[in-house]
Nanobody, 126 residues
Framework: QVQLVESGGGLVQTGGSLRLSCVAS????????MGWFRQAPGKEREFVSF????????YYTDSVKGRFTISRDNAKNMVYLQMNSLKPEDTAVYYC???????????????????WGQGTQVTVSS
């Protein structure tokens, strides 16, 4: 089992920045692919960003390209999501997710992930 805990959410004004962190514990492995998802009130959970096991492959949904950056530190079992130029439509609960995958395949669907964190709230005021 792998436990994921997100942090770094909060309230920020439009144009501001936040850095989300996700720490993994338990049966952690540097071969885990990681994803960030978000869910706004009344909406389905949506994919935000992906990073493969060694950081060599990253992917973003179109709405965050150029504003968000995903990274990881395998030595610390950490994954980060740097969010800049935040917009009100970025308001959501953000979740990190993990699956064991030693590849460059980009996992963008919720059901492809084995482990999930509890989420951290990001609110962007206009």
């Amino acid at each position: 089992q792998v436990q994921l805990v997100e942090s770094g959410g909060g309230l920020v004004q439009t144009g501001g920045s936040l850095r989300l962190s996700c720490v993994a514990s338990g049966r952690t492995s540097s071969t885990y692919a990681m994803g960030w998802f978000r869910q706004a009130p009344g909406k389905e959970r949506e994919f935000v960003s992906f990073i493969n096991w060694n950081g060599g492959s990253v992917y973003y949904t179109d709405s965050v390209k150029g504003r968000f950056t995903i990274s990881r530190d395998n030595a610390k079992n950490m994954v980060y999501l740097q969010m800049n130029s935040l917009k009100p439509e970025d308001t959501a609960v953000y979740y990190c997710a993990a699956r064991n995958a030693l590849s460059t395949y980009i996992y963008r669907r919720s059901h492809e992930y084995e482990y999930w964190g509890q989420g951290t709230q990001v609110t962007v005021s206009s």
